[in-house]
């Protein structure tokens, strides 16, 4: 069983960055593939960007290509997104995830374990 705590959420201004945080307890963290959604009022969870174990394939959403980066340190049992040129779209509450496996996947309902979430705001 793994627990998931995400941090570093805020307000930020349009163009401004962020940097979140998450933090794994339990085992097996170190063999699973994990990723970040995020979720704004009203609408479906969607994926962000995807990691697997040993950090060789990434993958990212179209809407953040380029400006969000995702990274992992299996050594201290924690991964990051980092995100940059934020605009008001991106304001929505991110969500940390794993599954038990090292194969990575934009889909929801492949990931078994996930944090409480942190929220993102982006003022015009």
């Known amino acids: 069983q793994v627990q998931l705590v995400e941090s570093g959420g805020g307000l930020v201004q349009t163009g401004g960055s962020l940097r979140l945080s998450c933090t794994a307890s339990?085992?097996?963290?170190?063999?699973?593939?994990m990723a970040w959604f995020r979720q704004a009022p009203g609408k479906e969870r969607e994926f962000v960007a995807g990691i697997n174990w040993i950090a060789g394939r990434l993958i990212y959403a179209d809407s953040v290509e380029g400006r969000f980066t995702i990274s992992r340190d299996n050594t201290k049992n924690t991964g990051s997104l980092q995100m940059n040129s934020l605009n008001p779209e991106d304001t929505a509450v991110y969500y940390c995830?794993?599954?038990?496996?090292?194969?990575?996947?934009?889909?929801?309902?492949?990931?078994?374990?996930w944090g409480q979430g942190t929220q993102v705001t982006v003022s015009s």
């Open positions: 339990g085992r097996g963290f170190p063999d699973y593939a």
């Open positions: 995830a794993a599954r038990r496996n090292n194969f990575v996947s934009n889909q929801v309902h492949a990931y078994h374990f």
